[in-house]
């Protein structure tokens, strides 16, 4: 078989495209679409701990971190004191963040569409459904 025909290196070659072509037109933001994905996951949920971050973006702690230093280096986020844990930090989303979160939803939107328009309705909740069941086995 060839590299090109494994589904695995599908599934990684399209995403790293997506990833790659996000990032482009996020950058006149200042922000990569991975700082976006986890300045948004903030941003529907802030004050939450790091740890808890890494669950729910599915990120390696370490990763998490060093993208959380860029987003509070560019204020988008805030780090703040947790009461209930002093080793651990509360993520807030500045009011920057808050913005720029709003500025970009609408650009990622318009930019999935434009790679799934050729797409039925019955094949995208198909794709869905298919991804879902990849993860959870994972």
Known sequence: M???DSLGYII?????????HLTQRFHEFGITSEQWGVLQTLTEEEGITQAELSRRTEKDPTNVTRIL????????????????????YLI?????GRS????????????TQSYLKDLTVE????LRQIFQKINERL
Do not use: C
């Open 12 to 20: 990684t070659n399209t995403g790293r495209k997506i990833t790659q």
């Open 69 to 88: 230093d860029q987003l509070e280096r560019k204020e988008f986020i805030r780090r703040g004191a947790n009461k209930e844990d002093r080793r651990s």
């Open 100 to 111: 720029l979160s709003e500025k970009l939803l609408p650009i990622e939107a318009e930019f």
């Open 123 to 126: 094949e995208l909740a198909l």
């Open 92 to 96: 807030h989303v500045t009011e920057s």
């Open 2 to 4: 060839r590299i090109k």
